[in-house]
């Protein structure tokens, strides 16, 4: 059964940082694109960042410049370094993992709060 750990998520005051980790587990099909999504309350969960096999990167215009998303590839891990965080990244963060032959699958959600 698939499973997804995400942690690192907590309170933080404007301008300061943070890391999110999520940890999927092995499969015999290995991994396609990873990503980070966000949901504030009232909101529609939107786009933060995605990275594919390959490296390649994309992310929401908000966050450009201050959020840089990284993979583990042998560890199935994604990594958002978050950093210059502002009031308005204040979200519960959804590591999204996309397996090869398997679909698409969430993790539990992590609640970043910006708050002085």
């Known amino acids: 059964q698939v499973q997804l750990v995400e942690s690192g998520g907590g309170l933080v005051q404007p301008g300061g940082s943070l890391r999110l980790s999520c940890a999927a587990s092995?499969?015999?099909?290995?991994?396609?694109?990873m990503g980070w999504y966000r949901q504030a309350p009232g909101k529609e969960r939107d786009l933060v960042a995605t990275i594919t096999s390959g490296g390649n990167t994309n992310y929401a215009d908000s966050v450009k410049g201050r959020f840089t998303i990284s993979r583990d590839n042998a560890r199935n891990t994604v990594y958002l370094q978050m950093n210059s965080l502002k009031p308005e990244d204040t979200a519960v963060y959804y590591c999204?993992?996309?397996?090869?032959?398997?679909?698409?699958?969430w993790g539990q959600g992590t609640q970043v709060t910006v708050s002085s």
């Open positions: 092995k499969t015999a099909f290995g991994i396609n694109a």
């Open positions: 999204n993992v996309i397996f090869r032959a398997m679909g698409t699958y």
